[in-house]
């Protein structure tokens, strides 16, 4: 009997971790596993719908986001109004952005210091840790060319 115990014990407890709490919620409600992160570089970028760099700079980030997430690099998006379920989805089609935008600010887990503008695009190495702040509009050259300075290398 006591082995039955032990044995339904552990199964819950295992069951528990297994149903950790994700990362983030994306505009679409889907969840983030805390395992996308894993070992991978994080393109932070914050922007709004009234900024109109950020709305040139989309089609950059969204090539980043398909050219580079078997590489070890995700892209994700910030809205800096801090828009919420419904209206942080249509501002997110409305630019057209293809990659994942958090529904909270991340600024905090990965030591990211206030966006004094827009747009404002965060490097964080695959070890979690922020490296870089790249202030205005980006083109994927600028933000691969920051990846690579700052130890990212292509697999």
């Not at 090539?63 to 800096?80: E, K, P, S, T, W």
């Not at 870089?132 to 300075?149: F, M, P, W, Y």
Request: with cysteine; proline share 5%.
């Amino acid at each position: 009997m006591l082995k039955k115990i032990g044995l339904m014990i552990c199964i819950l407890f295992l069951a528990a971790c297994d149903r950790a709490e994700p990362f983030a919620i994306d505009q679409h409600g889907a969840a983030i596993a805390e395992s996308v992160l894993n070992e991978q570089w994080l393109v932070i970028n914050y922007w709004a719908v009234w900024c109109a760099p950020c709305r040139k700079e989309i089609p950059e980030l969204n090539a980043l986001h398909h050219d580079l997430a078997d590489q070890g690099v995700r892209v994700f998006g910030v809205n800096f109004d801090q828009l919420q379920g419904a209206d942080l989805l249509a501002d997110s089609e409305e630019l057209g952005i293809e990659f994942p935008v958090l529904s909270h600010d991340p600024a905090e887990r990965f030591n990211l210091s206030t966006a004094r503008g827009l747009p404002a695009t965060y490097i964080v190495n695959a070890q979690g840790e922020f490296v870089r702040l790249l202030q205005g509009e980006q083109t994927a050259q600028t933000i691969l060319a920051v990846l690579h300075e700052e130890g990212w290398s292509a697999p």
